[in-house]
């Protein structure tokens, strides 16, 4: 693999090893695509147990799934946080070790180490969960003629991924922290979407909230504006209503008429069954969501990464061009400058709003 642009790797091919037998190429994803599958049903969820739910991201649909295959002899394999911010996938095969696997990691997770231990655990006869993004479900596929029975796939919806390389300069670079304490990173927190880095249960670092006030953590607004995303991300073949795995999930957005169903004040799941293994692992949790079905479209239509793809445009075409002359904020900065004038300026107003309808209330 080689280090490229904003530090993602790429695979590269040594001739002075390869035989020419073309299997890379066969069981490549991006060369040769996967079976798509448009969802069966859409469902908004919760899990019910308050303090899953409270400690998941959104509505703790994939700590539920978790639990459930943990419970029948199964394993787990989904993304966590290593020693010195490695973000890697890791086998969990016990109820207390799904913690490591709790929370959105809005970075790209290394696949590599488990793909052995994961074809094993599928020979074996173990049921075998994996959680991952769309282009990682994938890639797993290939490894197999057919997907075999004890295997369940379920993809999160995915806005791109910027690269682990990128998130570790900017924590040791920019917020001058010591990768070494480095425990734990969350994205996101009950209310707010703010990075948080930990050492053990010691708060490192705690950033702003991203909707209340942006432009001030280049790692997430960038990320959220579509700056840092691996070169594929922007022609995903996976940002699309057809599916890759069993079950798709993420937020969401969109919900019409949330008001209607019962409290939820953590989040809402979107659950996508797409497959009819999918739906029968659904049935098998559905004791422990609040599940409410819901029509696919509107799942569709509230999340624009079950469309298309995000799009390149001339800010971020500008800012990748122009990344490694600077450090990557001053570019960021300067490309979204009007952005955020714009932002300061009507903040500034409503506070001022605000005083003077305080004033009429003497």
């Keep these: 693999m080689k280090l490229g642009q904003l530090g993602h790797v790429y695979p590269v091919v040594n001739q002075t090893q390869c035989v020419d037998c073309k299997l890379c190429q066969k069981v490549c994803?991006?060369?040769?695509?996967?079976?798509?599958?448009?969802?069966?049903?859409?469902?908004?969820?919760?899990?019910?147990?308050?303090d899953e739910y409270k400690s998941s991201t959104s509505g703790g649909v994939a700590s539920v799934l978790s639990r459930y295959i943990i419970s029948i002899g199964g394993v787990v394999y989904g993304c966590s946080v290593l020693p010195n911010v490695q973000i890697k996938h890791?086998?969990?095969?016990?109820?207390?070790?799904?913690?490591?696997?709790?929370?959105?990691?809005?970075?790209?997770?290394?696949i590599t180490d488990i793909l052995p231990l994961l074809k094993q655990d599928v020979a074996n006869g173990l049921p075998v969960l994996l959680i991952s993004t769309p282009c990682q479900i994938a890639a797993v596929s290939k490894m197999f003629k057919s997907?075999?029975?004890n295997l369940f796939l379920v993809d999160i919806i995915c806005h791109g991924t910027p690269s682990n390389d990128f998130l570790r300069a900017y924590l040791a670079k920019r917020l001058k922290l010591d990768l070494h304490k480095i425990t734990n990173i969350s994205?996101?927190?009950?209310?707010?979407?703010?990075?948080?880095?930990?050492?053990?249960?010691?708060?490192?670092?705690?950033?702003?909230?991203?909707?209340s006030d942006r432009y001030n953590d280049v790692y997430y607004d960038s990320f959220i504006d579509g700056f840092t995303y691996r070169q594929s991300c922007y022609t995903c073949r996976y940002a699309q209503p057809n599916r890759c795995s069993d079950i798709t999930i993420g937020d969401f957005w969109?919900?019409?008429?949330?008001?209607?169903?019962?409290?939820?004040?953590?989040?809402?799941?979107?659950?996508?069954?797409?497959?009819?293994?999918?739906?029968?692992?659904?049935?098998h949790v559905s004791g422990d969501l609040n599940l409410f079905e819901r029509p696919i479209q509107e799942a569709i239509?509230?999340?624009?990464?079950?469309?298309?793809?995000?799009?390149?445009?001339?800010?971020i075409s500008s800012f990748r061009k122009c990344w490694g002359w600077y450090p990557a904020y001053f570019w960021y900065h300067l490309f979204v400058f009007d952005k955020m004038l714009l932002f300061r300026v009507k903040r500034m107003i409503k506070k001022y709003l605000r005083k003077g309808l305080a004033w009429f209330d003497y």
């Excluded at 994803?29 to 308050?50: E, F, I, R, T």
């Excluded at 996101?188 to 249960?201: G, I, M, P």
């Excluded at 004040?265 to 739906?279: A, D, E, F, M």
């Design 29 to 50: 994803p991006a060369l040769n695509g996967v079976d798509l599958h448009y969802p069966l049903s859409a469902y908004a969820a919760w899990a019910k147990k308050l």
């Design 147 to 149: 997907i075999p029975p």
């Design 254 to 283: 969109g919900l019409k008429n949330g008001n209607e169903l019962p409290a939820h004040p953590y989040g809402v799941s979107v659950v996508l069954p797409v497959t009819s293994r999918g739906k029968l692992l659904l049935q």
């Design 301 to 315: 239509d509230g999340n624009e990464q079950l469309r298309i793809p995000k799009k390149m445009n001339w800010r």
């Design 90 to 110: 890791v086998r969990v095969d016990s109820e207390d070790g799904l913690a490591a696997l709790k929370g959105s990691k809005y970075v790209q997770s290394s």
């Design 187 to 211: 994205f996101r927190s009950e209310n707010a979407f703010s990075l948080t880095v930990y050492d053990r249960k010691q708060l490192l670092w705690k950033g702003s909230n991203l909707w």
